[in-house]
């Protein structure tokens, strides 16, 4: 990384503009290492805060930065820009327009309101009267889509802006055909610029759903569609021809035209997999690369076998990837299992990102309809991803007549396999400060109550282990590990710890990660654990998680979204450096959808 002011803030546009709010905030982070004073890197990290999810960190981030007191009105919109997200993450999904608080969406537009006084602009304009409009607020709305129309009729820069203020107000005033107008001459500009074309297209959306206009008229704005690819491999032992792969190159490339394919999700074996990252590259796409193992010991298994020119396509890949990720830094072992893993969080990174960007999602998927291996593979991938109901486009493989195969000798892997679990480490912030006599409390009072939350999730809990205050624990699913984090920082928020002699409260630090681990006979203990790379890496997360926090990897992230429960919200808390210096790795605040009851943690002196 460079770290030249230009360097970095072309980076970050070039984040911003593909919707890669992670790459964004993280640059930004990084960016501030070296010029802290700098303020756009400041505005920078609130606004990818922001798009992460992460509404209320960037608010109080943009308040301890005092960006409010810039003098760059389009640094101090951000704080009206945040509110107005908040308003709007307040909607129930479920029930959309049922739960508006239209104290928050009042207090947005009325920021938006006293932006226009100040700056004049049209974006302040039609922003506050769609926050009105959602405040009840009828006659406001109307007056101020007037007169972002007249504002926008008279602005001379780039003409996406104004447009997309035109469509928005033509909504509000209830023009849509003059609003369709506008929404496909918006369609024309930024088109590299995924990111903003999403965001008015999302808004756009809550403003016709709320008015009951048809929304297919914002089709034109936002074409593009995230994917998953997966396919067959092609080695020396399950070959096709050159004309057969140039076959399969101009279909897939076709497909992913067709689609307009923009932000692509999979692996990289030789065969299926390179092939749809050379497409997508070749039509300026972004790649996103996830490999079930380290990267050399991936080429070595799942690449080289097919020779010389696979593995020289498969760097110049990776060197032109906009991410290269591990599921497991793990060895391959012989475990195909890591493969499957592997295929399941590129799936939920995908999914995860249709979301934020509020765009079409599919499976791009190289299949020959052999059904003679169910278990693993891309049938498996196939019919995951449709189980979850999303749409799967079949791209029919060559006949492959495979050779004898020749590979590694069994006896050079081990025997046993890893089985991909949900891991959670816990331990208690303050606990090595207690007393003798604030110990006994611990373990009379505070322990029972953990211990009754980890009661109700007996039968999903595969391994529990503890030591003072630390709790190790496997589960089969995610969605439980993090059920079972949110119950027990509930638990000791709801203790009453007045009794105890100390400064701060004890409060929870908790990691979450899923992967592959092994089952393994404990000869001191004379019982089973599990244990792995990824538990080692699980436990040298939690220490650097916030107390009261729970943190989670990427893969844990992208498991919650492929089981697809819905139950957990996260937002992303940057790249964070672990514990031992055992690396630095993307991580995600896990909270509740739902509001837990009040929490009462009383401290007394």
Known sequence: MTDTIATFKAEIGNAQKSGDYLKEYDLAQAALQLYPDE???????????????????????FYSCKLH?????????????????????SLDKDNLFQSLDKERFSTAAVTYHRELAASGGHYSAVNAATLYLFSGDSGHSR???????????RDEGPQYYALATKAEAYLLLDRPHDARQAIAAAAQHNRNNLL????????LKLICDFLGIDSTILAPLLPETVIHYCGHAFYNHHPISEEEEHELRQ????????NHCAVAYGSLMAGSDILFAEAILKQGGELNIWLPCGLENFCEVSVRPAGEDWVERFHACIKKANTVSCATESDFLGDDSLFNFCSDVAMGMAIMRANSLSTRLMQLAVWDRNL???SRGTY?????????GHHSEIIPSPTITPKQRSRKAEEDYPVMRRETHAILFSD??????????????YFNELQPALAAVLDEFKSEIQHLDTWGDAIFLVTEKATTAAKIAVALNTAIAEVDQSRLNLDEPLLMRIGLHYGPVYKLYDHLCQGYTYSSNDVNKTARIEPVTPPGEIFGTEPFVAMLELEGEGWANFDYAGTIHSAKDYGAFRMFHIRTRYRPPALVCTLER
Do not use: M, P
Request: charged residues 30%; aromatic residues 10%; glycine residues 4%.
């Open 39 to 61: 303020e756009f890197f400041r505005y920078s990290s609130a606004l990818a805060l922001a798009r992460c999810n992460a509404k209320q960190r960037a608010l109080d981030y």
């Open 69 to 89: 007191q810039s003098g760059n009105e389009y640094v101090r919109s951000l704080e009206a820009r945040i509110l107005k997200d908040l308003a709007f993450q």
């Open 143 to 153: 007056e101020l889509a007037g007169k972002a129309l007249e504002l926008a009729d």
């Open 196 to 203: 903003t074309r999403a965001r008015t297209h999302r808004q």
């Open 251 to 258: 279909r897939i490339e076709a497909v992913i035209a067709t």
């Open 372 to 374: 003679s291996s169910k």
């Open 380 to 388: 498996l991938n196939i019919e995951k991803w449709k189980g979850l």
């Open 428 to 441: 208690v912030r303050g606990y090595s400060k207690l007393s003798d006599r604030d110990i006994l409390w």
